[in-house]
C-alpha cells in the first residue's frame, strides 16, 4: 500500500479538532497516543522538542531486549538495531516523521538549535552520534569509541548557548545558537564537543573521587572514598558563573564549577536514599527563583532544594503508592507548577501555590485511556485495544517534558508509546499574588 493510500492528505489538523475530544473533569484536556510498530517494546529513553518547529519531538529508544549490549558499531540498516530515534509530529501521531538508526541503544538526545535538520545522542556503548534528516536513517558522524571521550554509557546531555542560560526564556520556544555540546557518562567523564568533528572531544574532564560518609550513627565521622557514578546532570549559573549540578547512584548531589579544575570547590549533599533519577533546575530569570532545583529518586521522593542558601531540602514530595520517582519537570510558563512521573504508570502535578505537602492531580495513564471518546482522532481502534488488552499491567513511565508553551506534557514509557496530555488553561494561568 502506498503512503497516499495510507494516509489521507486531506485530513485537518487545526486545533479546531478540540470540539471532537471528550472534557475530563481533571487537568487533562486530551491525550494523544505516538505509537509505532517499531518502537514497541523499546523503552524510551528521552524525548526533545524542536524550538524551531515546535510541532516536532525527537524520542530516542532502547533495545527491545531487557539486556543492553556494548556493541561496537558497524552498519545497522535494519530495523532491529539496537537503538532507534524517531522524529514525531503532532499533526501525525500514527508514524514517525523520520526513523534513524544507532548501534547501541540511545540513552540521551537533542535537536540541535542552530541547524533544524541535525541531532544528536548519546549511547549506552558511550558514543556520541550526529544524524541529518536530510540524509538517509545512520548516523553521517560519530565518536570513535577507541579515542579519549566516553568508555561508559552517556547519561546526560546539555547544547548550551553564548549567553547566560537564565537570560533565556524557555515558554517563548526560542534559544539562541548553540556553542558548545556537553555530555556525561556513568563514570563522571565530562566530555566538550565540537558538532563538525565529532571523532575527539574537544576537552574532557573527570570528577574526583569523593568522600563519602558511611557511618552517621557515631559521633566519630567514618569516610571512605568511592568513584562517584553519575545518573543526572543539570547546569546553572551564579554570578556568571558556570557550574554543574550532579545527581549520583548513592543518592548524593555534587555541586562544582564547570569546567572542573583540581582544587575547585565542590559542594556535595547528601540528598536521597537511593539512586538520583533527574534534575531540573528552574527555568524562570526571576531573582525569586534562582537557584531552585528539583530532585527526583528511586527512594519514592521528589525533593525541592535552593542550592545556594541551604544543604536542606526546601520541601519533600511523598510519591503516591510509595512508587519510583522517574522524572520530574518544571512548567516552563507557571513558576510554581511541576510533574513528576512515577513507575506504577501515574504522572502526578504539584503546585505549590496551591500546596506545599500534597499533589493537586494524580492521573493514571492508563485509566486515562480507558474511555475511547478521550483518544484524539489521530488513535487508532487498534491502538486503543492494544492498550486495553495490557491495562492490567501497567507500563512503569520513564521520561517527561513539557511543551515550550506549557500546554502539553509529552510523557514517554517502559513499552515504547509516548503520550501527550494537553493541560487544563486553569494550571498554567498565574496570579499577581502568587510569588507570595
Not at 187 to 202: H, K, M, N, V
Not at 287 to 296: D, G, I, K, Q, R
Amino acid at each position: 500500500m502506498s503512503a497516499a493510500q495510507q494516509y489521507d492528505i486531506l485530513i485537518d489538523y487545526r486545533d479546531d479538532s478540540k470540539s471532537q475530544r471528550k472534557q475530563f473533569d481533571s487537568s487533562i484536556i486530551s491525550i494523544q497516543l505516538y505509537d509505532f510498530s517499531s518502537t514497541k517494546q523499546r523503552p524510551v529513553m528521552d524525548i526533545h522538542q524542536s524550538s524551531r518547529h515546535n510541532e516536532l519531538i525527537v524520542v530516542s529508544y532502547g533495545s527491545k531486549s531487557n539486556s543492553y549490549p556494548m556493541t561496537k558499531g558497524g552498519s545497522n540498516d535494519d530495523i532491529d538495531a539496537p537503538g532507534l530515534v524517531c522524529v514525531w509530529s503532532n499533526l501525525m501521531s500514527t508514524r514517525p516523521e523520520f526513523i534513524f538508526f544507532a548501534p547501541s541503544p540511545v540513552l540521551t538526545v537533542r535537536f540541535v538549535d542552530d541547524d533544524s535538520h541535525l541531532i544528536v545522542g548519546g549511547c549506552y556503548n558511550g558514543q556520541i552520534l550526529l544524524w541529518d534528516m536530510r540524509a538517509k536513517s545512520l548516523p553521517v558522524h560519530r565518536s570513535r569509541l577507541a579515542g579519549s571521550g566516553h568508555r561508559h554509557p552517556v547519561c546526560a546531555m546539555n547544547l548550551s548557548s553564548a549567553t547566560n542560560a537564565n537570560t533565556t526564556d524557555r515558554s517563548l520556544g526560542v534559544v539562541s545558537s548553540v556553542s558548545e555540546i556537553v555530555t556525561c557518562s556513568s563514570d563522571g567523564t565530562s566530555c566538550q564537543w565540537d558538532i563538525s568533528r565529532l571523532s575527539e572531544p574537544i576537552e574532557t574532564s573527570s570528577l574526583p573521587t569523593i568522600s563519602l560518609s558511611t557511618d552517621t550513627s557515631t559521633s566519630e565521622s567514618n569516610e571512605s572514598s568511592i568513584q562517584v557514578t553519575v545518573s543526572a546532570l543539570v547546569f546553572g549559573f551564579e554570578d556568571n558563573v558556570k557550574y554543574a549540578v550532579y545527581g549520583t547512584g548513592s543518592g548524593h548531589l555534587l555541586k562544582l564549577s564547570y569546567p572542573y579544575r583540581n582544587n575547585d570547590k565542590i559542594t556535595q549533599i547528601d540528598a536521597h536514599e537511593g539512586l538520583i533519577t533527574s534534575l531540573d533546575i528552574h527555568p524562570s530569570s526571576r531573582p525569586l527563583y534562582h537557584n531552585l532545583l528539583l530532585t527526583s529518586s528511586l527512594d519514592w521522593t521528589v525533593k525541592l532544594w535552593h542550592l545556594q542558601s541551604s544543604e536542606s531540602p526546601l520541601l519533600v514530595f511523598q510519591a503516591p503508592s510509595y512508587d519510583y520517582v522517574s522524572d520530574v519537570k518544571w512548567c516552563p510558563v507557571n513558576p510554581a507548577l511541576f510533574a513528576a512521573i512515577t513507575s506504577s504508570g501515574d504522572i502526578v502535578l504539584y503546585l505549590l501555590t496551591k500546596s506545599t505537602t500534597e499533589y493537586v492531580e494524580r492521573i493514571s495513564v492508563n485509566k486515562a485511556y480507558s474511555d475511547s471518546n478521550t483518544i484524539t482522532p489521530a488513535v487508532s481502534n487498534t491502538n486503543l485495544q492494544s492498550l486495553a488488552s495490557t491495562s492490567s499491567t501497567a507500563a512503569a513511565l520513564n521520561r517527561l517534558i513539557w511543551s515550550y508553551d506549557g500546554k502539553i506534557l509529552f510523557i514517554g514509557d517502559a513499552k515504547g508509546l509516548v503520550h501527550s496530555f494537553e493541560i487544563q488553561d486553569h494550571l498554567l494561568r498565574t496570579n499577581p499574588g502568587d510569588d507570595a
